[in-house]
């Protein structure tokens, strides 16, 4: 669901849509799908009446945002479209990548690995690039579309950064509380963090060690993530791999303003 503008100064909710505000809560359910919904299903989702909720599908068709599959609905080309065109030009990215392949080809290229990017999208973490070793498991790479902002490596190294009021209307209160000493660790070892990324293969998900990406001024955009098979060995906050990890965030954000 997008960001209710409810939490705007007086005076402002004027200026927005409800109806785009109801197609991208559309869209967002269809996104975080794993099978095609129906126009019926997609309302209880975002607590609109079906009948609107049936003008916005229809209308997304139109427009190839969405379309039909399997008696229902699923993200459509045109998403694709704009997302290409987003990456194509995102600063993160561009910086990104000629670091990701000097540290994973050059200096672990034997390795079963993938290398990540990943930015915050409101609650979540999403992959923005990613390289991966020839020799990683290929279920490995298909299972890492996107993660709660405090159930990854990169997400829990992005938080502990924010301010506190910032946290909370990200995670809420008592997990913020919770996580506070981890946040503490990975402040205190220079913005590293080890764990298991959820949602991606296993029962645990794989192991992953991150590095916080800061821009110029400091600010936490992003986590460069390193996950894969036969990371136990490098699984510290002072390993080898992780100091290489830890400086290689730094050079891309000095790229970033």
């Known amino acids: 669901m997008t960001a209710s503008p409810a939490s705007e100064p007086a005076g402002t909710q004027s200026a927005y849509l409800q109806s785009v505000q109801r197609a991208i809560a559309v869209l967002d359910a269809l996104a975080r799908s794993s099978e095609a919904l129906s126009a019926r299903e997609v309302a209880d989702l975002v607590g609109l009446d079906r009948t609107i909720t049936h003008r916005i599908l229809r209308t997304l068709q139109l ?13 459509g080309p045109h998403i694709l479209q704009l997302g290409n065109n987003f990456l194509r030009r995102h600063p993160l990215r561009l ?3 000629p670091y990701q392949i000097d540290l994973l080809y050059r200096g672990y290229p034997d390795q079963p690995w993938a290398l990540s990017v990943l930015m915050p ?4 973490m999403t992959v923005i690039t990613q390289i991966w070793s020839p020799t990683a498991p290929l279920d490995s790479l298909l299972g890492m579309p996107e993660y709660r902002i405090d159930e990854t490596s990169s997400g829990r190294c992005i938080l502990a950064y924010l301010p506190t009021d910032n946290v909370i209307g990200l995670i809420g209160e008592e997990r913020a509380k919770s996580l506070e000493p981890r946040f503490a660790e990975i402040r205190d070892a220079g913005g590293v963090e080890i764990g298991p990324e959820r949602g991606a293969s296993g029962p645990n998900g794989l192991l992953a060690l991150a590095a916080v990406i800061r821009s110029s001024n400091g ?4 986590g460069l993530t390193m996950s894969g ?5 490098h699984a ?8 290489r990890l830890q400086r290689t965030a730094e050079h ?3 790229h970033l303003d």
């Open 229 to 233: 098979i036969g990371l136990e060995d």
């Open 252 to 254: 891309i954000g000095n």
């Open 121 to 124: 999208v409101q609650r979540y």
């Open 219 to 222: 600010t936490p955009v992003a």
């Open 95 to 97: 910086a990104s990548l």
């Open 236 to 243: 510290r906050r002072d390993s080898r791999l992780a100091v």
């Open 63 to 75: 427009e190839q945002m969405v379309v039909r599959h399997k008696g229902g609905y699923v993200p």
